[in-house]
C-alpha cells in the first residue's frame, strides 16, 4: 500500500462547493502533474491533501489516513507543501530560512551539503536575507526547505510562475534530480504543460473540481 491514494475527495468554501470527489493516486517515486483550467480546484486540492483546507473522502499515504489531521501533523507523516506564496521569511537570511525545515541542529551542516548538490545557488547567498533574493531564488529556497525535511510527498503549487525560461530550466532539472536520486513522490501544479509533462510519471486534468483525464507515461 505504498504511495498516496486519494478517493472521493471533496471540498468547500462555505456553501461553493469547490473538489466534487476526485480520485488519484502518486505511485512509489513518482511525479504527477497536475494541469487545469483557472478556478478548477488544483490548489484547493492541494491544500487538502496538506490539512489546510477541510475535505471529506479518503487519503492514505503508504496506508496512513492523512485527512481530519492537523497541517503539523500531516507534515510529520512526510507531506510538504510549498504554496505559490513560498512561505520564506524575508528579513531572515538563507541559512536561517533553510534551519527551519532542518531535522535537528545535528546534523544540519550535513544536510545543507546534501542540498547544495541540488541547489548550488543557495550556497552562494548563504548570508543573504531572503527577501532580497531574485524570485527564481526564492523559490528554490522555499523548495530547499522543504526537501530538508526529507519528505515522502512533496506538493509544489505552481513552482515555474513568474519565472524566467532559464530559472524554469535550473528549477526543473533540480525537481527532476531529486526524483530520481531521492525518490521523493511528488505532486507539481503547473500551467507550463509542455515542461511539466517532460519530467511527470502520470498527469491528471482537473476541470470543475474533478478529474476529467488522467495519462500514465506509459500512455503518451
Ligand atoms: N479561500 C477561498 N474562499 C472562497 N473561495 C475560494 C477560496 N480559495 C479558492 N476559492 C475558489 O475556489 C475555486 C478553486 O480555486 P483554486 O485556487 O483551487 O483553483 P486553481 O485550479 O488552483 O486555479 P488557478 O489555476 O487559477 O490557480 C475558485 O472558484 C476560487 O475562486
Partial sequence: MSGLRVSGLRAEYGAARVLHGVDLEVGE???AVLTGPNGAGKTTLLRALSGL??????????????????????????VWH??????TFAPLTVRENLRV???SGRHFAADLEWLFGYFPVLQAHLSQ??????????RLLAIGRALLARPRLLLLDEPLRGLAPRAEGVLFQAIHAINRHEGTMMIIVEH??????RIAHRS????SGKIADLRTR???
Avoid at 129 to 138: D, K, M, R, Y
Fill in 101 to 103: 525545515g532542518a531535522r
Fill in 82 to 87: 510549498v504554496t505559490q506564496e513560498g512561505g
Fill in 192 to 197: 507550463h504543460v509542455a515542461t511539466a509533462l
Fill in 218 to 220: 506509459w500512455r503518451w
Fill in 53 to 78: 483546507v477541510r475535505a471529506r473522502g479518503t487519503v492514505t499515504l503508504d496506508g496512513v489516513r492523512l485527512l481530519g489531521r492537523r497541517p503539523e501533523e500531516i507534515a510529520r507523516l512526510g
Fill in 29 to 31: 517515486a513518482e511525479i
Fill in 129 to 138: 536575507p531572503a527577501g532580497t533574493l531574485s524570485g527564481g531564488e526564492q
Fill in 204 to 207: 491528471y486534468v482537473v476541470e
